[in-house]
């Protein structure tokens, strides 16, 4: 997979492209934001198929609407926006829906514990497996060498990390965006997108075989 396309044009000029029916910027419109829609979609829908026709639906409402976008948010945000709304319609169809008003778990770790020097260590609680020189999840998706990968383990995060992370590391949208999208609070999304930025590093780094041991203090008394 390829990194989200860049659209050449700003919104402003797309709009009134696509209210006067310029069918190539539709076309560029439609290649640029369907892989993440379609990526969007199938959180709230089973099967691929009907994730498609999802995708397929809110392009018919961006056409349908695009007389009365705004400008209040981005472009691109309210494309989402219309894709979310008729993927919970179809999702709750079929009895699939992501509870995103619900705090994230509080008793979920963040990170694998055992990556921690233990209780009766001299620096208890430091990291045993050192992250200084890990490529953060935003990072890592520009290499394609690891892109891939990086998409295989966010598709096996729980939904509502799914969501976060793949708005924010793979869509590229803002925190007040996501908050807006998912209608979360900044601090729940800090909390979902943290742990998982961390399920995703460990998996990449499994992957990759990058984990370290962190020498100097596997050495300490």
Known sequence: ?????????????????????????????????????????????????VAEEVVQETWIGVLR??????????????????????????????????????????????VDPDRFLGADHQYAGGWMLGPSDWQTPEEELLQGETRSEILRAIDELPDQQRAVITLRDVEGFPPE????????????????????????????EAYLGAVEPNGAAMEMP
């Open 65 to 110: 609407g695009i007389d009365r976008f705004e400008g209040r948010s981005s472009l691109k945000t309210w494309i989402f926006r219309i894709l979310m709304n008729t993927a919970k319609t179809r999702g709750q169809r079929e009895s699939r829906s992501v509870p995103f008003s619900a705090a994230a778990a509080a008793d979920e770790p963040s």
């Open 1 to 49: 997979m390829t990194p989200p396309r860049e659209l050449a044009l700003p919104d402003a000029e797309i709009v009134t492209a696509l209210r006067r029916g310029d069918q190539a910027v539709f076309a560029e419109l439609v290649d640029a934001y369907s892989p993440g829609l379609l990526r969007m979609a199938q959180m709230y829908v089973r099967d691929r198929a």
């Open 177 to 204: 965006e996501v908050a807006e999208l998912l209608g979360i609070g900044d601090g729940n999304q800090r909390v979902l997108l943290h742990r998982a930025r961390s399920k995703v590093r460990a998996a990449v």
